[in-house]
């Protein structure tokens, strides 16, 4: 099983970047694979990158070439670089594993100007 401590979000400007963080507390290779989901207000959690064992990343169409997904399996670590922000991706952000474990309490992404 795994818990997960997100981290790096914050205020960003539009057409600005971040890079989330997800501390995992088990070894993420133990997992099929980790995702990123976030949710903004008033909707539903939604998924928005994926990275399997091998380290190939999948993207929900909203979000391709403007994020990526890597890992650090050494350090358990999974990450979410985000470029070129607009203001839909306002959002709180999540990592989890799949098969999926507690969620924690996600990191919050604002873009504005």
């Known amino acids: 099983q795994g818990r997960f401590v997100e981290s790096g979000g914050g205020l960003v400007q539009p057409g600005g970047s971040l890079r989330l963080s997800c501390a995992s507390s088990?070894?993420?290779?133990?997992?099929?694979?980790m995702r990123w989901y976030r949710q903004a207000p008033g909707a539903q959690r939604e998924w928005v990158a994926r990275?399997?064992?091998?380290?190939?990343?999948n993207y929900e169409e909203s979000v391709r070439g403007r994020f990526a997904i890597s890992r650090d399996n050494a350090k358990n670590l999974v990450f979410l670089q985000m470029n070129n922000l607009i203001p839909e991706d306002t959002a709180v952000y999540y990592c989890?594993?799949?098969?999926?474990?507690?969620w924690g309490q996600g990191t919050q992404v604002i873009v504005s100007s």
């Open positions: 989890n594993s799949e098969p999926p474990n507690a």
């Open positions: 088990g070894d993420i290779q133990s997992f099929i694979g």
């Open positions: 990275i399997n064992r091998a380290g190939i990343g």
